[in-house]
């Protein structure tokens, strides 16, 4: 649910108009519409060059989950680990564009872990993969817009820890 839903909805549910406070939480969030907007497709146009850079870089880390016998040994194993890769970067446009966790909260942390565990994924292993694509995306963007997605991605590592 976005931002805006959010505050109308809980508005309605007291039987208000919004706040002051919630009128400016509306107002900052359409002015960053438009990089909002340039962040999700940024990360859409750059998804698989995100993607290689953190899985590379997951694979330093964890050179065992390559090694025969490891959680992404092969390359069935390791296509699948990658799709989750890019699924975590749709999830994290979703939030940026929706200006909250929400999406994050209902589409992809709840039950993860549990997920993880039953198909025998570390989670160690999950948490620096999501690190090292807040990393690879961090690098295509500017300043002001990885203040604008970061939170989204520690949301997720801090959901799954």
């Not at 694979?59 to 799709?83: D, M, T, V, W």
């Not at 994924?121 to 690190?131: R, S, Y």
Request: charged share 25%; with cysteine.
């Amino acid at each position: 649910m976005s931002l805006v839903s959010q505050i109308i909805i809980n508005a309605d549910d007291e039987l208000r108009y919004p706040t002051i406070g919630e009128l400016q939480s509306i107002q900052n969030y359409l002015i960053t519409g438009s990089n909002r907007i340039r962040i999700a497709t940024i990360i859409r146009d750059k998804e698989k060059e995100i993607i290689q850079k953190a899985s590379k870089q997951i694979f330093q880390l964890h050179p065992e989950y390559i090694a025969p016998g490891g959680n992404a040994a092969g390359s069935r194993k390791r296509s699948l680990c990658l799709r989750d890769y890019g699924w975590y970067l749709r999830l994290i446009t979703y939030g940026v564009l929706a200006g909250d966790k929400d999406s994050i909260e209902t589409i992809g942390i709840i039950g993860v872990r549990e997920m993880y565990n039953s198909l025998g994924v570390p989670i160690i292993g999950m948490l620096d993969a999501i690190q090292c694509l807040k990393e690879a995306s961090l690098e295509m963007l500017g300043q002001d817009d990885a203040k604008i997605i970061s939170p989204y991605f520690d949301y997720i590592i801090r959901g799954m820890s």
